[in-house]
């Protein structure tokens, strides 16, 4: 990739490779408690435990894949990792929009969780087109792409629905076979040779990946920083439809329409507003603005009994998605080219073994204090809290909003 305009072409194409992938993702979001339901014929309270499962399995698959496939892609470049995601996607939703039983629905989520490099393949991907002091802004337009994927998934999840829970995953399966043709053909490696480096199982798994990155100190104490800030985020997949649905009885098209409003909002941020705000206040004073919104939307979903509080506190919300770049460009910052995919895939080690901690305890914890056997009914208590958890990550990483990034050069 030597000259700007090929940067630009591999961005534009990585960008629109997540943006379809993203929007597979979103369509079965409005339509999963239903299927629950329908495998389970559990209440909605009962079956949010069974969606805390699916979700704790995905996750443990990629926080054990997450640094294997990201080292994969320091050694044989980033195509090959995201054309198998992508291929294995497509399979892996037409298993669970076949699926008969539970168990069938299970094994799909768990060869998702394996194929999910997406993020980390595609966030190292970035990293090798963008200098270091554009990597916030352009990290932000991953999120961007996850954001504009989620404005029309959720809607067109949600109207597919009114056809049987099961539509929107076949649909999500042809969205994603597309997504492998348009990237076989198009999608260009970004990787050079000479940045490539030897594969080495003792490096492809987290605690060997956490081992090797531990000679950054910084990046290891904001993995703890990033960590935290999983558990908190991922609140929203984990009980969003629940929660609405329970609190004010959204139906499937409801609770689409409101994905797409926060998926317009992330888009928003780190697409366009990181971009004017990030060169001016510093990507430290980025991160920290980002924290603050987060803390602020947690608070109010809490507490929130009317319908369009929710969607009053999703510009919090949006504005909380400056952290999610911010952090990235941080510890990007501080490792060599040739570590940008094992950094990549332990980020999403981290974030795995987050999202099996995440929906299992917020799950329980909205079962917990919902429903008619509640002994006290706080609907809103897993936002309280994902609150503090936001608290907690600020403190860890304020040192590092104080002071100038340091890259591996200085």
């Known amino acids: 990739m030597r000259s700007p305009l090929s940067k630009r072409s591999a961005l534009a194409f990585i960008l629109v490779t997540l943006t379809i992938n993203s929007m597979g993702i979103g369509l079965m979001m409005p339509v999963m408690p239903s299927l629950l339901r329908e495998l389970t014929t559990l209440p909605v309270s009962d079956a949010a435990r069974w969606g805390g499962a699916l979700s704790v399995v995905y996750a443990l698959m990629q926080f054990a894949c997450g640094p294997l496939l990201g080292n994969l892609s320091d050694r044989f470049g980033r195509r090959p990792v995201l054309l198998v995601s992508m291929f294995t996607m497509a399979v892996d939703y037409l298993?669970?929009?076949?699926?008969?039983?539970?168990?069938?629905?299970?094994?799909?989520?768990?060869?998702?969780?394996?194929?999910?490099?997406?993020?980390?393949?595609?966030?190292?991907?970035i990293a090798d087109v963008s200098p270091k002091n554009e990597r916030a802004r352009n990290f932000g337009l991953v999120g961007a792409a996850f954001g504009i994927g989620f404005v029309f998934g959720p809607i067109v999840g949600g109207f597919l629905g009114e056809y049987g829970p099961r539509a929107p995953f076949y649909a999500a399966a042809a969205l994603s076979l597309v997504n492998f043709?348009?990237?076989?053909?198009?999608?260009?490696?970004?990787?050079?040779?000479?940045?490539?480096?030897?594969?080495?199982?003792?490096?492809?798994?987290?605690?060997?990946?956490?081992?090797?990155?531990?000679?950054?100190?910084?990046?290891?104490?904001?993995l703890l920083a990033v960590f935290l800030f999983d558990i908190a985020h991922y609140v929203y997949p984990a009980v969003w439809s629940y929660y609405v649905e329970e609190v004010f009885a959204w139906s499937p098209a409801d609770i689409g329409m409101s994905l797409a409003?926060?998926?317009?909002?992330?888009?928003?941020?780190?697409?366009?507003?990181?971009?004017?705000?990030?060169?001016?206040?510093?990507?430290?004073?980025?991160?920290?603005?980002?924290?603050?919104?987060?803390?602020?939307?947690?608070?109010?979903?809490?507490?929130?009994?009317?319908?369009?509080?929710?969607?009053?506190l999703v510009s919090f919300a949006a504005l909380g998605a400056l952290a999610t770049p911010a952090f990235t460009a941080l510890m990007s910052n501080r490792v060599p080219d040739?570590?940008?995919?094992?950094?990549?895939?332990?980020?999403?080690?981290?974030?795995?073994?987050?999202?099996?901690?995440?929906?299992?305890?917020?799950?329980?914890?909205?079962?917990y204090f919902s429903g008619p056997d509640a002994a006290i009914v706080f609907p809103g208590a897993p936002f309280a809290l994902a609150g503090l958890l936001i608290l907690a990550s600020m403190l860890i990483a304020l040192p590092f909003m104080r002071f100038q990034e340091k890259t591996p050069a200085e």
């Open 95 to 125: 298993i669970m929009a076949m699926s008969w039983r539970l168990a069938v629905l299970f094994a799909g989520r768990t060869l998702s969780g394996v194929s999910g490099a997406t993020y980390s393949a595609a966030s190292a991907y």
């Open 338 to 367: 040739n570590a940008q995919g094992e950094l990549q895939g332990l980020i999403a080690s981290a974030a795995g073994l987050s999202m099996v901690l995440s929906p299992f305890v917020m799950t329980q914890t909205f079962a």
């Open 181 to 222: 043709v348009f990237g076989y053909f198009m999608l260009p490696e970004t990787l050079n040779d000479k940045n490539r480096r030897k594969f080495e199982w003792k490096r492809a798994n987290p605690f060997g990946a956490l081992k090797q990155i531990g000679a950054y100190p910084a990046v290891r104490t904001l």
């Open 261 to 312: 409003f926060v998926g317009i909002g992330f888009a928003f941020v780190q697409g366009y507003l990181i971009r004017v705000l990030e060169p001016k206040l510093g990507t430290g004073r980025t991160l920290l603005l980002g924290l603050c919104a987060n803390l602020l939307a947690f608070a109010g979903l809490a507490m929130a009994d009317e319908g369009w509080m929710v969607y009053a």
